[in-house]
């Protein structure tokens, strides 16, 4: 039996980022759960943002603490866990080290604006609608050196995203 991976991973970014996606993958590979973050939205954020009204930091902030208590969760039974998460402001990737864990990782995926809306505009099923696009890049914080997150570029294919990302876990 391998070794249990402990790893604690974010992938962060705006709507259409592919998020979920590579999330899910990487935590497939290495054998760990993965949580989609806006499952863990409030339903009043979630009709917000379907009306397309963009979230405050204090809409957020339930969302951030219940992410934050997963990864300390994790933390705490010593297993791995990839959690999708915008995480769009410094001091939300802050609150989710201070509250949730210090050593957790942050995957940036970033992408042009027009790779973004041409995503988000063939996405089916989404409470985010591409409306959205604009807030929430008026509002990123994109990580600087020293929060030392992965920086991925999203015109890469998933494979070659994934294979990056295993090869440093």
């Known amino acids: 039996m391998g070794a249990v991976h402990t ?3 974010v992938m962060m970014g705006v709507s259409g980022s592919g998020k979920s996606t590579i999330g899910a993958r990487l935590a497939r590979e290495l054998g760990i759960d993965f949580v989609e ?3 863990l ?3 009043n954020n979630v009709n917000l943002m379907a009306a397309g009204i963009p ?13 934050a208590a997963r990864l ?6 010593r297993i791995g ?21 210090a050593d957790v990782r942050f995957v940036y995926l970033a992408g042009s ?7 988000m505009a063939q996405r089916r099923g989404h409470f985010m609608p591409p409306s959205l696009l604009e807030s929430q890049l008026a509002i990123l914080e994109e990580p600087s050196p020293d929060e030392r997150a992965w920086v991925c570029d999203i015109r890469e294919t998933p494979d070659t995203i994934i294979g990056d990302l295993v090869a440093r876990s």
Do not use: N
Not at 72 to 77: D, F, L, S
Not at 81 to 101: D, I, N
């Open 55 to 67: 979230l405050t930091d204090d809409d957020r902030r339930d969302w951030l603490m219940a992410i």
């Open 41 to 43: 939205h409030p339903p």
């Open 7 to 9: 790893g604690l991973y």
């Open 37 to 39: 973050g806006d499952d």
């Open 113 to 119: 604006r027009a790779l973004l809306a041409e995503r």
């Open 81 to 101: 866990l990839a959690l999708a998460c915008s995480a769009l402001k410094r001091s939300y990737r802050g609150l989710l080290r201070s509250v949730g864990a």
């Open 72 to 77: 300390r969760e994790a933390k705490r039974a």
